[in-house]
């Protein structure tokens, strides 16, 4: 069956967040080094990123590299940050001719320099394109998020220039998400049933699918099955079947 021509267009999720996970047991499968793992991650990043171009997602977020990760040997934290700088600069070509433009959420201040650099360079030069927005979760972490926008609020009502109440609206815009709609489906890779400190407040009403495939295995293929399951699901808001079949 392909899975591709299954895929109701109506129903297609704006925005997916994926968790990309197993990239260090899939090299250890096969007695290799973990960043072995790291650069065979980039095919399916590659994929991933073509398909959802192909498809019309419009946001497809990738967690790739949280602050926990600094707790890593320092080689494989060196070892992915050359990785960025290397993918980004030999993907901003294929990224302008495909209109995807670049973005990233999470504290870039503290990365290397020449990933930064990388960054910011691809982010700037992909800023017009109108495709796919894909944006990069990178020294990111949800908590580090919500206490750094707790910490504006905080500052621009010191200042006086937030005088009502704080809404669900005016939150948002303070997460390094603004602009952004929240993710309808997130994907994680690698068998584990976690969230791992990743867009908690993004991930209120997101659909959850979670597959044992490692993430340098996940394929085209892979990544329509979770599409074609988060179309199956009913999503309620808290409201009942009954009350959705009848708005
Ligand atoms: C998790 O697997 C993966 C990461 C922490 C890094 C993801 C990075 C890439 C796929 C490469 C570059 C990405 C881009 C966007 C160009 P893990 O190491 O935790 O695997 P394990 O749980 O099996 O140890």
């Not at 392909?2 to 297609?12: A, F, G, R, T």
């Not at 960043?35 to 790739?64: C, D, P, Q």
């Not at 993907?91 to 302008?96: F, N």
């Not at 009502?157 to 948002?172: H, M, Y």
Request: proline share 3%; charged share 25%.
């Amino acid at each position: 069956m392909d899975l591709k021509s299954k895929i109701v267009q109506q129903n297609l999720p704006q925005h997916i967040a994926i968790i990309m996970d197993g990239n260090g047991r899939w090299a250890k499968q096969s007695g290799q080094p973990r960043l072995f793992g790291h650069s065979n991650g980039v095919r399916a990043v590659r994929e991933v990123t073509e398909a959802s171009a192909e498809l019309g997602i419009k946001y497809l977020t990738l967690y790739a590299f949280s602050t926990e990760n600094w707790n890593r040997p320092e080689m494989e934290v060196m070892g992915l940050m050359s990785l960025l700088v290397d993918t980004v600069g030999k993907e901003l070509d294929t990224l302008l001719k495909n209109n995807v433009r670049l973005r990233s959420i999470g504290d870039l201040s503290k990365l290397p320099n020449s990933t930064k650099d990388a960054l910011e360079r691809a982010i700037l030069k992909t800023k017009d394109n109108t495709g796919l927005t894909l944006i990069l979760a990178l020294n990111y972490s949800s908590r580090w998020e919500i206490l750094d926008a707790v910490n504006k609020i905080s500052k621009d009502i010191r200042n006086g220039f937030l005088p009502g109440d704080i809404n669900e609206s005016v939150f948002s815009n303070y997460l390094s998400t603004v602009g952004i709609p929240d993710p309808e489906l997130l994907i994680r890779t690698s068998g584990e049933l976690r969230i791992s400190n990743f867009l908690l407040w993004q991930l209120a009403y997101t659909e959850l699918y979670f597959t044992d495939t490692f993430w340098p295995d996940f394929s085209r293929q892979h990544f329509y099955e979770a599409i074609d399951s988060y179309q199956s699901r009913e999503r309620r808001f808290g409201k009942t079947s009954e009350q959705l079949e009848t708005s």
